[in-house]
């Protein structure tokens, strides 16, 4: 087990069949955090509305964090637009604090905004219907992968995700992005003492530069199996799980394809 000063997952959608509780479950048991950040959309409310599915792994997932928070850690529950019931609770639960946001300081000094991200997506703001009709169609997208994804192990071929291989290839998706990652950076311009900020959302794991400000994305638990973490300097790192023996690797900041590094004390900046 790696033992790492933060953590920051996202949207990892409990309570739907695209989650992939087992691939979260294997990168809680590989690290263990001092702070470990819940980004939003832990539990998936929208899905579970529509219908119940709750497989024991999900369980598994809820007793994990809780029992990091019993042996220590201190869990940060930021709540998103598909858990929002959470946001009427906001305080101390034994380790577990829930807020609307929070200001990380890193090891080494930078303070880093932490949100969710829809805050500051004008479809799910102020076009809720729409937002839940993009959300059944994407619920199609991320079905279709537990088939494909099942063909390909056979193969002895890594997880592959076709909701995230049609997002980048659309471009109105593309320009969304885009716009939402520079919506963040004006939202940090306005925080005082702010250099940097860590969000979700739009499911699309990312460590750039915005102009003079640091932007880091978790990424989520349906598609890209990605996660921040901060060592004892304050280096942040985004790791992704691929689903193969060896399930978790480094991701290079601004890097679009993964660089092979093996899980231990040797990982790669």
Not at 112 to 116: A, D, F, G, R, S
Not at 266 to 269: E, G, H, I, R
């Given at each position: 087990m790696r033992h790492c000063r933060t953590g920051w997952i996202?949207?990892?959608h409990?309570?739907?069949r695209g989650c992939q509780a087992e691939a979260l479950l294997h990168f809680l048991k590989c690290y263990e955090f001092e702070t470990l950040y819940i980004v939003g959309d832990l539990i998936d409310v929208w899905a579970l509305k529509r219908g119940i599915y709750w497989?024991?792994?999900h369980s598994d997932v809820i007793q994990k964090l809780l029992r990091a928070g019993r042996k220590g850690t201190q869990v940060i529950y930021i709540p998103g637009n598909h858990d929002e019931f959470v946001s009427g609770f906001h305080g101390e639960y034994g380790a577990v604090t829930v807020m609307p946001r929070a200001i990380h300081t890193t090891a080494d000094g930078r303070r880093?905004?932490?949100?969710?991200g829809h805050e500051l997506d004008a479809v799910v703001q102020n076009i809720k219907w729409l937002a839940h009709v993009g959300d059944l169609g994407y619920a199609l997208l991320l079905r279709l992968n537990t088939p494909i994804n099942w063909f390909r192990k056979l193969f002895g071929l890594s997880f592959w995700s076709l909701s995230a291989a049609a997002k980048?290839?659309?471009k109105s998706a593309v320009n969304y992005i885009g716009a939402f990652e520079s919506a963040v950076a004006r939202l940090v311009k306005m925080e005082k003492d702010v250099q940097g900020v860590v969000c979700g959302h739009i499911h699309t794991p990312a460590i750039r530069n915005?102009?003079?400000l640091e932007y880091f994305n978790s990424g989520d638990w349906v598609e890209s199996l990605t996660a921040l973490i901060e060592d004892q300097s304050g280096v942040i790192q985004l790791v992704v799980h691929t689903?193969?023996?060896e399930p978790l690797q480094n991701l290079a900041p601004e890097t679009p394809e993964p660089v092979v590094a093996p899980l231990g004390p040797?990982?790669?900046?």
């Open positions: 996202s949207d990892v409990l309570g739907t497989p024991q792994a880093l905004l932490v949100i969710h980048r290839q659309v915005i102009g003079d689903g193969r023996s040797n990982v790669l900046s």
